[in-house]
């Protein structure tokens, strides 16, 4: 292979590297402000236990939240310092919903509670995210945890269908009566269904049930994953796109200066060397599930932290390199437009339609794309691809050295 086309692709994927990175920690900041991993969660259990309630007129996935086994991992200080909750709930449906009072009251709660929650549930639902029907036993739908371990879910559920706390074997059986007559009333209830066919393969045994109520919830748990997943894609597309265009990150304009300009090709491939060699690789992001408190997400100063180093990361190697990138480097077609748009707003917005159709700009915006694109594939990714561009270099230099070398002829 010939060299210049690796050295090209080196610079490419550090590059993208480098943007991943910084892409990676804007989304996990947006994921941590939305606590989009709770939303998810709050999905995944609404679409385990569908159905009608099964527990003292409660629907079920209330009567989850609920469980002090569960409410124990979150916290509640509206609810938790109220202790009579049915009374607050019903003092709250009672009160007017029109008017000026409860339009006072509703600003007063605003500005005295959490005012960032409407901007955070509005995000939710932009992405997709919000699930379709609210958990009723907690003042914010925000307050939610991130993760249930499947050990407590399953404790949880079997205290929950034991409704009259019976012990020894006669509480499978207990179990199993109360969900077979359950089923017989409510068949068009699955989650019914589900737990009837798991208690049955028990054949009596609790823990057994037990021990499938958990495959259950894991299952759905590894569904929930390949959910967040596919939110995690789509929101580091838009961010990848905005990087794009804040950075002014042109991959048909950087590809080429790689291509025409030796220096700017070692200077990425020394970059890159350095960077690999004492940078771990980046953590995928995965979806709430782990019972671990390990697997919570960073807090804001971390993350904030993180994401200055990168930034500052990104800005050195760009400007030692002299890569084509930031809208300080070279004259862009846009570059003019931007002041112009400033001074006369009207003339900027007529003239950038026409200089839209130009070809220098298509190509331009082709190459935003481009970066878009392939921030989106995450950093991960590029770090594996990096990592084997470079095992490829390593073999290919030494073939280059011993055909400079003169014949002994």
């Excluded at 509480?171 to 989650?191: G, W």
């Excluded at 930034?311 to 480097?329: D, E, I, N, R, Y």
């Excluded at 006369?344 to 159709?357: D, K, M, N, S, V």
Aim: aromatic letters at 8%.
């Amino acid at each position: 292979m010939n060299s210049v086309v690796l050295d090209v692709a080196i610079g490419m994927a550090f590059l993208y590297l480098l943007l991943s990175l910084i892409a990676s920690v804007l989304q996990e900041l947006l994921a941590t402000f939305m606590q989009l991993r709770p939303a998810n969660l709050q999905r995944a259990i609404h679409s385990l236990l569908t159905g009608n309630s099964i527990q003292s007129g409660m629907d079920l996935v209330d009567s989850i939240y609920n469980h002090g086994l569960v409410r124990g991992l979150y916290s509640d200080p509206k609810w938790d310092q109220n202790p009579d909750r049915q009374k607050m709930k019903d003092e709250e449906a009672e009160e007017p919903k029109t008017g000026f009072v409860a339009w006072s009251k509703r600003v007063w709660a605003y500005l005295s509670g959490r005012p960032l929650d409407p901007l955070r549930q509005l995000l939710r639902r932009l992405i997709g995210i919000k699930p379709d029907k609210n958990v009723h036993c907690v003042s914010s739908q925000l307050l939610l945890p991130a993760y249930i371990p499947a050990d407590t879910f399953a404790l949880a559920m079997v205290d929950l269908l034991n409704r009259n706390k019976t012990m020894g074997p006669a509480a499978m059986t207990e179990i199993r009566d109360f969900l077979a007559a359950h089923h017989y009333e409510f068949r068009d209830n699955k989650a019914t269904e589900a737990m009837l066919a798991l208690a049955t393969d028990a054949q009596g045994d609790l823990k057994k049930f037990q021990q499938s109520l958990q495959s259950w919830y894991s299952a759905s748990m590894d569904r929930a994953s390949g959910w967040y997943k596919k939110y995690t894609q789509q929101m580091l597309l838009i961010i990848g796109l905005i990087l794009a265009v804040t950075f002014n990150v042109d991959s048909l304009r950087v590809a080429q200066t790689l291509w025409t300009d030796r220096d700017v090709r070692q200077a990425m491939d020394s970059a890159a060397t350095d960077y690999l060699s004492k940078q771990p690789k980046p953590a995928t992001a995965t979806a709430p599930a782990a019972p671990a408190p390990a697997a919570q997400p960073e807090d804001f100063n971390a993350l904030e932290t993180k994401l200055q180093g990168t930034v500052t990361t990104f800005q050195q190697v760009t400007t030692q390199t002299l890569l084509p990138v930031g809208w300080a480097q070279g004259r862009h077609p846009l570059s003019a437009r931007f002041q112009l748009l400033r001074d006369q707003p009207r003339l900027a917005i007529r003239r950038g339609w026409q200089l839209l159709w130009r070809t220098k700009t298509m190509v331009m915006l082709l190459g935003w794309i481009f970066t878009g694109v392939a921030i989106s594939l995450g950093a991960p990714f590029w770090f594996d691809t990096l990592n084997k561009f470079m095992v490829v270099r390593s073999t290919v230099k030494p073939q280059e050295k011993s055909q400079d070398e003169p014949s002994k002829s």
